[in-house]
């Protein structure tokens, strides 16, 4: 599904050169479930950035569903971005003057799909996140956790191959939390792909695999029962931050 | 995405700054009324001045003594030009076969009075052809007869003004005003006709040419007017009219101007000067323009994360540029309309003050002015609308 090879990617920062990735070298397969761990600083949101072909590496060749990313041009790019992933943010950037059926529609408005399948399409997704009595508030009238699970429909309304959470819960309390998590998870058990990159162990613990990065490199892979162990050990048993 | 799509998402976007995009949009539609209330002035203007003409008539050539043209010959040494005497006329209406109708004018001033009540006002020597030629409409009685051009008659014909005031109250037909020394009885009073080209044709008396001429102690016409057969003669007949002058004359002392020659000049100097008036007022389009890409430039920097989020699902570079340059285009073509409202409602007011002013905009400003509003929206808004499109998103979801 998606196989990452010597990827670096060098940002200069008030004249000095930032190594964010150095030689990342990863295969994630369809329909697996990865969480992302790190400190702050460790290249963890790039790598999810330069996956979700917002950002370009500077060097490694990256392929997702066996097509070579890096060779491809800003517009083809753009329909990579449309047709096979699926973004949720912390901050969840839902755009305040439209309603939540609407942030739903937004994806699809600039896919080019009429209004009436639109609506359907964005209506059923607010369904599945339970949100359907709440689709014509702004995000100015829903809790975070509504939020979330808008953008979470929101990103799943095209239905892409994957989905990449930038810290999914980071801006939630626990019981949110777990029920977007849980939203995730529901998906990811039907066959979508689930990129989370937290530096909450309590997230992290929930993944099948999980990849530490440190300084821009992958220090450690763990996977199955061997994660809470692991995570533990990288901790100190505390939060990250 | 469909053009109703991008549409709607812009006219969403511009909703939720109503204040900001209500201000860029006045600014247009001040410009947009400016444009349509300026032309439609310079357009009244020259539709005045057409009508004025051919109300006097059409096909219409007009003889005046002395030649306009400042060539050759030391200042003084021309000498006055000779006169232009009712023979001249005469010969032309006898010699010169396009000539349908010749009409012989005098002009002075005199003072005409009915017992102690006096009025100066302006005479006019004409004859019976006069009533044709210049397109006058009688209120009440006839005109001058038709008389032999050197014989005179004691006869009058009254302005409207000039009959209510030397007569109040009564019936002047077949009364007698005295003109100078000399006591002519009122045979008709002309149609009301305001002002034509200088001369308030409701205050006048007209007598008959022999007259006018001893009574002013002249020799020399007013002017000649002619009125040719068919349009197409026009130039021909105006060529032979000054040889034929030429001839008697000894010297090329008389101008011939045709109705069309002075209509389209001034219809010329006016249109020149409705298009300096379009100009201006499309200055202020411009200065419209720059306040659109201001507001847009503050929207896009204001909305870096939206442009973000909306690259992250799959939004094009073209479909942010467009969706950026709707808003604008929307911002531009509804000010246009806008005003092309107030540009209506104006011209309204100017037309209520004054009646006589045909003032309506030719229809090439009000299509020009609305095309040009929504190219200002265009193009001002370009620049901010490409800022969001070269947005790296990954810095713009961050608020970068």
Redesign the interface.
Known sequence: MIRLEGISRTFEVGGEPVHALVDVTEQIAAGEHIAIMGPSGSGKSTLL?II?C??RPDGGTYELMGRDVGGLD??AL??????TIG?V?QFF?L?P??TALENVE??M????IE?PERRERAMGRLRAVGLEPRASHRPDQLSGGERQRVALA?ATV?DPKVVLADEPTGNLDTASGRQVLGLLEEMNASGLTLIVVTHDPAVARRARRVVVLMDGRVVSRVEGSRIHEALEALTGGGNGR | MSPRDLVGFAARALRGHRLRTGLSLLGVAIGVAAVVTLTALGEGARRYVVSQFSQIGTNLLIVVPGKTETTGGMPGMGGVPNDLTLADAEAIRRGIPEIDKAAPIAMGTETVANGERRRQVALIGATHEMLEVRRLSLARGRFLPELEWDRGSPVSVLGTKTARELFPGEDPLGRVVRIGDWRMRVIGILGPRGQQLGVDMDDVVIVPVANALRMLNRSSLFRVLLQVRAHADLVQARDKVVRLITERHGEEDVTAITQDAVLSAFSSILGALTMALAGIAAISLAVAGIGIMNVMLVSVSERTREVGLLKAVGAGRGQILLAFLAEAILISSAGGLLGLLLGWVAIRVLVAVYPDLPASPPVWAVLAALALSVAVGALFGVLPARRATRLDPVAALAGR
């Open positions: 950035h979700g917002l950002d800003e517009a753009s329909l990579v971005r449309r047709h973004f943010f950037h755009v003057r439209l937004l994806p408005l600039f896919a080019g209004p929101r095209l």
